[in-house]
């Protein structure tokens, strides 16, 4: 079993940063692909942002290319998510889980462990 935790969400103005951070506990995620999706309210949940398990190789949606960077540090079992240059439509519930199947990123059926979501607000 893999419990994920996420932090650092919260209320910030447009144009302003936030850095999300994923921990894992339970057993080590350092061998899988972990990814970053966001749920707005009505909304269904997205795809943000995907990383390998090496870190070497990173995937985006679309809509945060360019201000968002997905990292990981295997050695603390934990993944990040630095936001920048935020817009009011990045305003969601964002949830980190692992990839343990697939080579599609951007599909939330190939995730199994799932975090209980961190609130990102942001004012325009």
């Known amino acids: 079993q893999v419990q994920l935790v996420e932090s650092g969400g919260g209320l910030v103005q447009a144009g302003g940063s936030l850095r999300l951070s994923c921990a894992a506990s339970g057993r080590t995620v350092s061998t899988y692909a972990m990814g970053w999706f966001r749920q707005a309210p009505g909304k269904e949940r997205e795809f943000v942002a995907g990383?390998?398990?090496?870190?070497?190789?990173?995937y985006y949606a679309d809509s945060v290319k360019g201000r968002f960077a997905i990292s990981r540090d295997n050695a603390r079992d934990t993944v990040y998510l630095e936001m920048n240059r935020l817009k009011p439509e990045d305003t969601a519930v964002y949830f980190c889980?692992?990839?343990?199947?697939?080579?599609?990123?951007?599909?939330?059926?190939?995730?199994?462990?799932w975090g209980q979501g961190t609130q990102v607000t942001v004012s325009s």
């Open positions: 889980a692992t990839k343990r199947w697939g080579s599609r990123f951007h599909l939330a059926c190939e995730y199994d462990y």
């Open positions: 990383i390998t398990n090496t870190g070497y190789t990173t």
